[in-house]
């Protein structure tokens, strides 16, 4: 390897790697479409270079010192710490911008679908699940189940699945049975209902729905 591609490659690592570190961490908070790693270059160098704006400084203070031949140890660490440990802590300070209160009098809500925004709360639920069909599916949201996010498509996984009776509420949880799952193109629409415990133990039912919940 030349110099010249030595070169390119330690440019490539100042100004594309710390920008991706950055896109990644916001993106594991708020999955999106995925693009293609060459579509989001501009973004990468955007991001590096604001990581650099924001560390113009310490970068100075430390590259006039003689902190490279006194403790090169330390000078690796602050630079690892530059090209890594910040870039993760500014896409975690964008992602806690976008869903500040006060930020989205002027924007949106970086979460794009109702879906992801309810079941990314991972709150407990009695779910009440209506077909295209009109049939009435019931279950228990909770600890053990799982709810898809974007990209993919929308699908409920319900640890317990419960009888709906006659009046619409919850009977009881039906036998020899380990859950449910639903995918997006059978439903119709969702009830939650909220699922209240004693003392937040996630096994046992403080109240009742309509048509009840029994213990």
């Known amino acids: 390897m030349n110099i010249w591609e030595a070169d390119k ?22 999955p999106g ?20 704006a924001l560390l113009v400084w310490p970068m100075m203070a430390v590259e006039s010192s003689d902190w490279k031949n006194l403790h090169p140890n330390f ?3 602050f630079y690892m710490f530059v090209l890594f440990a910040v870039p993760v802590g500014l896409g975690l300070g964008w992602a806690m911008l976008r869903t500040s209160s006060w930020f ?11 879906w992801d925004y309810v079941f990314s709360q991972r709150k407990p639920y009695w779910v009440k699940v209506v077909l ?10 909770a600890a053990n189940s799982f709810a898809s996010s974007t990209p993919a498509n929308e699908q ?9 009776n006659d009046k619409g509420g919850f009977d ?15 439903i119709a629409y969702l009830e939650l209902i909220e699922l209240q415990f004693p ?15 029994s213990t």
Request: glycine share 8%.
């Open 9 to 30: 490659l330690l440019i490539f690592i100042a100004f594309v790697i710390p920008g991706f570190i950055s896109i990644k961490t916001y993106e594991l908070l708020f």
């Open 33 to 52: 479409a995925q693009q293609e790693s060459s579509k989001q270059l501009v973004d990468a160098v955007t991001y590096s270079s604001l990581n650099y």
């Open 75 to 77: 000078y690796a660490v």
């Open 104 to 114: 989205q009098n002027v924007a949106t809500h970086p979460t794009q679908k109702p």
């Open 132 to 141: 295209k069909d009109g049939t009435k599916l019931g279950g228990k949201y």
């Open 156 to 164: 409920i996984f319900l640890e317990e699945s419960w009888i709906i």
């Open 172 to 186: 009881r949880p039906k036998n020899q049975t380990a859950g449910i799952v639903v995918i997006s193109s059978e």
């Open 199 to 213: 003392e937040g133990k996630l096994d046992e039912r403080k109240e009742t729905t309509d048509g009840g919940v």
